[in-house]
């Protein structure tokens, strides 16, 4: 027989050829909706590695998105189409913080909100977190997906989604082996936002970020008044040239790197910002804006960076001031940037660090504070962290050289690295010490207590997190400089 049909079209055997082995070759029995049935096997066998991974003491993170990436290619797309609207926050540094600020803000106003605040910000990633939020039938109900998505996996993940709002909080030099020159990362992203309905939240300051405003989307802009606060003498090191003419660009104030306040003689400049910070303060961060003072359990100035990016993104959605406000006031970061500990009466900060505008200014606001203290930098080479350490080389350790340091340490793989840039920057040998071992690093700390800030590239955060949460006491309360 050529072929039987069976009553029901959904589930049918269709046979051809005359024989056993040919029915065996040729022929496929589809139950169901092959496509439902494909989306069905993604998240099953995405959740079931992701549980398998992390009862095996794996974080497991990206995994569920990885498996099901492979079954189902276009499983983030199927999922997508169920919530409401995506809010992307991208750029080198504060994307992070921006999404956790954002997605904890919508929250407190009542919205159902989903966001991958363990940081996995690439393809699997995403997917992930949207598998492991979902029923295992694949539903998912929720008013916003905010997340926070790696700069360079912005063009495919576009593909995939095409999001409301789109947040650009900066573009510095980061890791140089994955993601190549800034002007191509910029060009990819311009060209993957350019044929997609969506509104820029960008930072004015920044003219890598400005560029995109070109593309000729509904945009709004924030930055800082250029009296707004002094974070330390550091120079251009992204970009000085014009992305319009070529030219180099004019600055009337830097507030740090190629952020500030800039023009060109062709015409290319700041735009003015819809939303600006008048003035700053550090520790604890407040700030003046639009006539109202915002306070913050956090410390570090430019913090209030991603708090206006926040800000920004709420207001345009429709939040009021005064819920931004109250949210903002009972705001505790978690996430390893600036997250602040107690240990024997002493404060120990957690602040990641990745790539060379990141680190001076971390360093700018640990030498704001005129007290002893000692500084542990933890470097790592992973793919995640970049293998090529070559951008300490461009941080300002120079600026090291203070009686105020006590003791500086190195640990992780590359700790030989960073001792080896300190004794090129001058730093009193005396006081460098290397402890490749994370977990030894920071318990020599804890024999030697004293202020102390912890400064680990993206895996050592999750180590240097971990044995923090392990070792303080549970009762010790956060503590702001």
């Known amino acids: ?86 809010i992307f926050i991208t750029g080198t540094n504060g994307k992070t913080t921006t999404s956790n600020l954002l997605a904890h803000l919508l929250r407190s106003t009542g919205k159902k909100i989903l966001n991958n605040s363990e940081g996995s910000n690439m393809m699997s990633g995403i997917t992930a977190c949207l598998i492991n939020q979902s029923s295992l039938f694949g539903n998912l109900k929720y008013d916003y997906a905010v997340l926070e998505v790696d700069e360079a996996s912005m063009p495919a993940i576009i593909k995939q989604v095409a999001p409301q709002m789109v947040v650009i909080t900066n573009f510095f030099r980061d890791q140089l082996d994955r993601y190549g020159e800034i002007d191509i990362l910029i060009k990819d992203i311009k060209n993957a936002i350019d044929p997609i309905d969506t509104k820029l939240v960008l930072n004015a300051d920044d003219p890598l970020v400005v560029r995109l405003s070109l ?13 707004a606060y002094h974070f330390g003498d550091y ?170 340091i006590t003791r500086i340490i190195c640990s992780g793989r590359r700790a030989a690295d960073i001792a080896l840039r300190l004794k090129y920057a001058c730093v009193d040998h005396n006081k460098v010490i290397k402890i490749p071992s994370i977990e030894k690093a920071i318990q020599y700390t804890f024999d030697h207590p004293m202020p102390t800030y912890l400064l680990p590239t993206y895996t050592a955060l999750q180590q240097v997190k971990h044995y923090m949460n392990g070792s303080v006491d549970k009762n010790d309360e956060f503590i702001t400089l």
Request: charged share 20%; net charge negative; aromatic share 12%.
């Open 215 to 227: 593309v000729g989307k509904d945009r709004v802009f924030y930055g800082l008044n250029k009296g």
């Open 1 to 86: 027989m050529k072929a039987v049909q069976i009553n029901n079209p959904k589930y049918f055997l269709k046979i051809e050829g005359n024989s056993m082995e040919d029915t065996a070759s040729d022929y496929l029995l589809l139950m169901g909706d092959y496509r439902i049935l494909k989306k069905k096997m993604a998240i099953l066998s995405g959740k079931t590695f992701g549980k398998l991974s992390r009862l095996l003491g794996n974080q497991g993170s990206s995994l569920p998105g990885a498996v099901a990436l492979k079954i189902d290619p276009d499983i983030l797309t199927k999922l997508s189409k169920q919530i409401n609207q995506f």
């Open 235 to 404: 120079g251009m090191s992204d970009s000085k040239y014009c992305a319009t003419c070529g030219e180099e660009l004019q600055y009337d104030h830097i507030h740090f790197s190629q952020l500030g306040v800039y023009n060109c003689s062709c015409g290319f400049k700041r735009p003015i910002p819809h939303y600006e910070i008048d003035y700053i303060q550090s520790n604890p961060l407040s700030f003046k804006l639009r006539d109202e003072i915002y306070h913050m359990n956090i410390s570090g100035a430019y913090n209030a960076y991603n708090a206006l990016a926040a800000i920004s993104c709420a207001a345009e959605i429709g939040i009021q001031s005064l819920e931004i406000k109250e949210f903002l006031n009972k705001y505790e970061s978690d996430n390893g940037r600036m997250q602040l500990y107690d240990h024997k009466g002493y404060p120990y900060i957690v602040n990641l660090n990745k790539n060379p505008s990141g680190t001076n200014v971390s360093l700018s606001e640990i030498l704001s504070t005129q007290h002893n203290k000692q500084i542990v930098f933890f470097i790592n080479d992973y793919i995640a962290d970049g293998e090529d350490v070559s951008w300490i080389w461009d941080v300002d350790f120079e600026c090291l050289q203070r009686e105020d």
